[in-house]
C-alpha cells in the first residue's frame, strides 16, 4: 500500500484475472455485478478490510475467504463493506403516494373485515424504508375507524447482518429523519437527550428484520405478502438475475397483492402475472 496523505490511501492494483476473481466470487454468493469502472472501489473495500485483519495480499485474503473456520464470518463482514445501504425515510415521495393512494385504498375496500395487513421489504438495509412502510399503513387506517384494528406486520430482510442491527436498534441521528414529516416523526419517534431519535415501541414491535440473499429466496419461507417494496436493490444485478428475483417475489405476492420497485428497476412486462399501475413516477404492479 502507498499513503497518498494521511486521509487517502490506494492499495495493491489488481490485474484483470484477480479482479474477475473477485467479481465472479461476488456475483455467485450474492448476484451482484461489479462492473470494471468500480475496480477501485473493489481494491479499496477489500485493502481496508485485509488492512484489519492483518492479510498482506487478494490471494491470501481470497483464501482467508474460503476458510472453514472463519471464512463465513468474514464473508458477512466483507458483504457489508461492499453492499450499498444508502437509504432514508420516505425516500421516494411517488412510490408513498401510489401506497397511500391506490394500493391502501384498495386493500381495504376489497376486504372490509381485513384482521391483518403484511408488507415486506426486500433489500431493507439499515430499516428506513420498513418503518416508513408502517408509519403510512399505520397513519392510513387511523383515518379510516372502522379498520383501525387490523393489525400491520411488516418483514425487513437484508443480506447486510450490520444493517440489520441498526434497524433492529431503531435509532437514528437527527440528519437521518430529515425528511420524517412533523407528524409522522411527532407520532412515531421518540426525542433522546443525546440529539437521536428512537423508533417508538408501538410500531418497534410491528417490524422484524432477517437476514436474507436475495438469490436465494427458494429457502426463504414466507407467508404471501399483501404489499412487497423492493427498491434500489435490482439496480446491482443483470438483467437475468433481475428477471429471476421479480420471479421469486410474484411467487411471495398474494393474488391481488402488490410490487412496488424502484423507478427504472423493472423490465419491460417484469412478469406475466403482473399488471402496472398507473401512476406518475412510481413503478407498481398488482399481481393479477
Ligand atoms: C441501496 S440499499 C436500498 C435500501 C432501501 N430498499 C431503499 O430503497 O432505500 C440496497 C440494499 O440491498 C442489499 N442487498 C444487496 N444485495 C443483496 C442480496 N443479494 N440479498 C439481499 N439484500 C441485498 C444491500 O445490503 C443494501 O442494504
Same mark, same amino acid.
Given at each position: 500500500m502507498v499513503a497518498l496523505n494521511s486521509t487517502v490511501a490506494r492499495f495493491e492494483q489488481m490485474d484483470d484475472i484477480q479482479f474477475e476473481r473477485w467479481t465472479d466470487l461476488l456475483e455467485q454468493r450474492t448476484g451482484m455485478h461489479l462492473p470494471r469502472e468500480r475496480r477501485s472501489f473493489l481494491e479499496t473495500s477489500l485493502g481496508l478490510r485485509m488492512k484489519e485483519i492483518g492479510v498482506h495480499n487478494y490471494a491470501a485474503y481470497y483464501e482467508h475467504l474460503q476458510s472453514e473456520r472463519y471464512g463465513q464470518r468474514e464473508w458477512l463482514t466483507l458483504v457489508d463493506r461492499l453492499t450499498v445501504h444508502e437509504t432514508r425515510f420516505f425516500r421516494h415521495q411517488p412510490s408513498i403516494d401510489v401506497l397511500e393512494q391506490i394500493i391502501l385504498p384498495v386493500l381495504f375496500d376489497s376486504e372490509a373485515d381485513r384482521k391483518n395487513l403484511q408488507m415486506w421489504s426486500a433489500g431493507?438495509?439499515?430499516g428506513e424504508e420498513a418503518y416508513t412502510l408502517g408509519m403510512v399503513a399505520d397513519q392510513f387506517l387511523q383515518k379510516r375507524n372502522s379498520q383501525k384494528n387490523c393489525y400491520i406486520s411488516i418483514i425487513g430482510m437484508d443480506i447486510s447482518v450490520p444493517a440489520l442491527v441498526r434497524a433492529r436498534k431503531a435509532v437514528y441521528n437527527r440528519y437521518k429523519v430529515r425528511y420524517v414529516p412533523d407528524n409522522y416523526l411527532n407520532n412515531y419517534f421518540t426525542a433522546q437527550q443525546d440529539g437521536r431519535y428512537q423508533v417508538k415501541e408501538q410500531l418497534k414491535k410491528r417490524v422484524c428484520f432477517v437476514p436474507f440473499n436475495i438469490i436465494d429466496m427458494k429457502k426463504v419461507l414466507l407467508e404471501p405478502m399483501d404489499i412487497i417494496f423492493c427498491q +434500489?436493490?435490482?439496480?446491482?444485478?443483470n438483467r437475468d438475475r433481475r428477471k429471476q428475483i421479480i420471479h421469486q417475489l410474484v411467487r411471495r405476492l398474494k393474488k391481488g397483492g402488490f410490487l412496488v420497485m424502484g423507478?427504472? *428497476?423493472?423490465? +419491460? +412486462?417484469?412478469?406475466? *402475472?403482473l399488471k402496472k399501475i398507473d401512476f406518475a413516477n412510481a413503478l407498481a404492479f398488482v399481481k393479477k
Open positions: 431493507c438495509s439499515t +434500489n436493490v435490482l439496480i446491482y444485478f423507478a427504472g *428497476e423493472a423490465l +419491460n +412486462n417484469p412478469h406475466p *402475472e
